[in-house]
């Protein structure tokens, strides 16, 4: 494995590097660039999903938003399924 930044390419040295997972060796600045640029959630890199997946998620995440808001207007459901 080399010791380049996979971001600048540029050799890494002991202190100012990080390993960054599934990737490789990175400096530190390059690699808070990278992470403040990237559109992540919580471990998910959301940028390295098929357009079927994010589909998929966006599905979900809009399934679980209508279900939070009818359970907010509505306290007393129990979650059934809705179509839609
Ligand atoms: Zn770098």
Known sequence: MSLNCVFCH???FGKTGVTVPSM???HQTCY???SALKRTFQRLDIGALSDDELA???DLVLAE???RRRKQADPGSN???ELF
Do not use: I, Y
């Open 32 to 34: 808070q660039a990278h």
């Open 56 to 58: 998929d998620l966006r």
């Open 79 to 81: 979650g059934d399924v």
């Open 10 to 12: 540029k050799l890494v």
């Open 24 to 26: 490789g060796p990175a």
């Open 65 to 67: 938003d209508n279900d």
